[in-house]
């Protein structure tokens, strides 16, 4: 079963980008040769391995492994714009509806492979047959547009991810350059340190791009397995480091504000999304498993470590940081070679995990666009594609340098999408025609609705924080902290 996202997320399926070209992939490439671009379906599962089926336990590990990116690393700033109390609540209550939604997403594929007949199901393949059991003519004959408005999210949601990749590496990278003089081994000496100035965070993330071009021409998908490896075990190792750290001397929190202001809380809604967004993740899993029958339990408890795990990182980082919590949590880290080691070791999983990210949106457009020209001009083609999107990432991050803003625009511009609003909606088109309970429709309607208002308040709010800057491009996460 092909995949249509992953994350993110967290926000978004780091590592379940990598490593599976399923029969269905090659299936459908069979069958939609002459389809445009948006209604094709990505290999999307990249990390699954290609076996007859996985055990309960490896699709758990896959699960958590795919929720878990930088959106994690963005939490702490995130419980500051909610609130110590709202905070908290709202995690536990967005980490909730998130995994209502991957069920409701599970249960219609499965509806629609039984009265298909068909072994795999897709997400733009699940909206498409949703829409054309609709009891509504003009959805069932327009049902071919629910796959590419799933590609088209797809599309922008990876893409953003690449785009928070590229600003992430740029702040931690020169954090650990301009701090290189004043750093000791001892993490406990408590100092001031200044950070000696260097060149301009955009010029960072222009330094990365050579090796994300690089990254981005590997084309084998058994290569790239190589650097997701790499980068999960570096994101495992820093994850337990930032973990030691932040338990370590958290200060008295009555100063904090339970409740923040509502404009703050568009970007924590943001945020949140973009973290628990790798609802794309759980139809791949599904079908791989070798019981799938257990696979709801597994998605039930898979999503409660995670959000177990985010809640703990989350208000632990914002109690023991306070007001000064950085867009990540990495440049809060104390100034000492163990530390700095973290954020190395967090630029080159992300460096890594860039590839994987970008593997979907490109097997969503380029296998369209070589297909318009001669077979000799393919490859050219193909690697000029590449390099214009990758470009593109490149300077999308250089316009909107900062982390905490280009983490809430991409989870409320499209993850929100993705995740809250169309699988109710989808609920909603598979059953309402053979009869649904009036307080089923209005849970869907409700989680629709939700996910549409942070749509477009984190939209908007993220949008206005960066006009109302004095100059926006100027911003830098990079400052000067307290060992």
């Not at 709202?86 to 995994?99: D, N, Q, V, W």
């Amino acid at each position: 079963m092909p995949m249509t996202k992953s994350a993110g997320g967290p926000q978004g399926a780091v590592d379940l980008k990598l490593d599976l070209k399923s029969s269905s992939e090659s299936a459908k490439k069979l069958q939609n040769k002459d389809s445009g671009f948006l209604d094709g379906s990505p290999s999307e599962s990249p990390d699954l391995e290609t076996t007859k089926g996985i055990t309960a336990f490896q699709t758990l590990v896959h699960l958590v492994k795919g929720n878990i990116g930088t959106g994690v690393l963005g939490l702490p700033l995130a419980m500051k714009n909610a609130g110590i109390l709202m905070g908290p609540l709202s995690l536990l209550a967005m980490g909730f509806i998130s995994c209502h939604c991957m069920h409701i997403l599970v249960r219609c594929a499965q509806r629609f492979c039984h009265r298909l007949n068909k072994p795999f199901m897709d997400y733009g393949d699940t909206v498409m047959h949703g829409l054309e059991a609709s009891p509504s003519t003009w959805l069932r004959n327009h049902a071919h547009w629910g796959r590419r408005v799933v590609s088209f999210f797809l599309i922008v949601t990876q893409m953003g991810f690449c785009c928070v990749y590229i600003v992430f590496l740029a702040d931690n990278l020169k954090q650990v350059v301009e701090a290189v003089n004043s750093t000791t081994n001892n993490c406990h000496y408590n100092r001031t340190v200044i950070l000696t100035p260097t060149m301009d965070s955009r010029l960072y993330m222009l330094a990365f791009l050579p090796f994300l071009v690089l990254l981005v021409f590997v084309r084998n998908l058994r290569a790239l397995s190589i650097f997701s490896l790499l980068a999960n075990i570096t994101m495992l190792v820093s994850l337990i480091i930032i973990t030691q750290s932040i338990i370590q001397g958290i200060p008295d929190p009555s100063h904090l504000p339970l409740v923040a202001n509502w404009k703050t809380y568009s970007l924590f809604f943001g945020t949140a999304v973009f973290s628990f967004e790798s609802i794309g993740v759980v139809l791949p899993l599904e079908n791989k498993m070798k019981d799938a029958r257990r696979f709801p339990v597994i998605l039930s408890l898979g999503m409660s470590i995670v959000t177990a795990l985010y809640l703990s990182v989350g208000t632990l980082g914002y109690l023991r940081f306070g007001n000064d919590i950085k867009a990540s949590i990495t440049l809060n880290l104390p100034n000492c070679w163990l530390y700095q080691s973290v954020k190395i070791l967090y630029v080159i999983g992300i460096l890594c995990t860039y590839a994987l990210q970008f593997y979907v949106p490109a097997e969503i457009i380029i296998p369209f666009a070589t297909s318009q020209v001669l077979k000799r001009w393919a490859l050219p083609l193909d690697l000029f594609i590449r390099l214009a999107m990758v470009s593109l990432t490149c300077i999308l991050a250089i316009l909107i340098p900062r982390l905490d803003l280009v983490l809430s625009l991409v989870g409320s511009l499209s993850s929100s999408a993705l995740a809250l609003i169309i699988p109710p909606l989808l609920d909603i088109t598979t059953y309402y025609s053979e009869g649904m309970s009036p307080i089923t429709i209005i849970k869907d309607a409700l989680i629709s609705i939700l996910g549409f208002v942070g749509f477009v308040m984190g939209t908007y709010q993220a949008l206005e924080e960066l006009i109302q800057s004095e100059d926006p491009l100027t911003f830098s996460n990079s400052t000067i902290f307290i060992q």
